[in-house]
């Protein structure tokens, strides 16, 4: 680990020039090393777009939340009481069947890791259905409007099953 010393304006070495990748390392470099930490895995800006037009139908939600306890996946958005879960998918991690194009470099691991993250997308569906969770899942390519429209249907639906349900009770 590279210490930095407060108040010091000599240059000081960057820690990603010092990295050497472990044996057998997808990361052949520090360059490749920095570009995947920077890729975020939420907060997208197809993400933000449909949170914006969602919230201004009156509709809350938790972000990056966990629908079930026990499992060990988040949604992107979560509509707690209406039990419904939103994912929106990166075309190229989720394996698009219109835009992804398999990658030139290291394609083995890439094209695996793509194929291990589609095949965890449908156990979280199966998981979420089994527990009565309705699953919601769009492209980050889908207009935006198209999607907040189609989640304030269904969590109101939900809503409105909900409030018949406990009426009749």
Request: with cysteine; proline share 10%.
């Given at each position: ?146 999607c907040a429209a189609r989640i304030a249907a269904e969590v109101e639906k939900r809503r409105n099953a909900a409030r018949k349900g406990t009426a009749g009770s």
């Open positions: 680990m590279v210490t930095r010393p407060t108040g010091s304006n000599e240059p000081q070495p960057s820690p990603a020039a010092d990295w050497v990748p472990p044996t057998g390392s997808w990361a052949s470099s520090a360059a490749r090393r920095r570009n995947m930490q920077a890729i975020r895995n939420r907060d997208t800006k197809p993400e933000w777009l449909i949170r914006k037009l969602v919230h201004a139908r009156g509709l809350r939600y938790r972000v990056a939340a966990k629908p079930l306890p026990g499992l060990r996946r988040t949604a992107d958005m979560v509509f707690g009481p209406a039990k419904v879960a939103v994912f929106i998918d990166g075309c190229y991690w989720h394996g698009c069947p219109e835009h992804y194009v398999p990658p030139k470099t290291n394609p083995g691991y890439w094209s695996d890791k793509v194929a291990r993250n589609v095949a965890r997308d449908r156990d979280t569906d199966q998981r979420l259905a089994e527990a009565g969770w309705t699953v919601l899942r769009f492209w980050e390519h889908e207009p935006s409007e198209d």
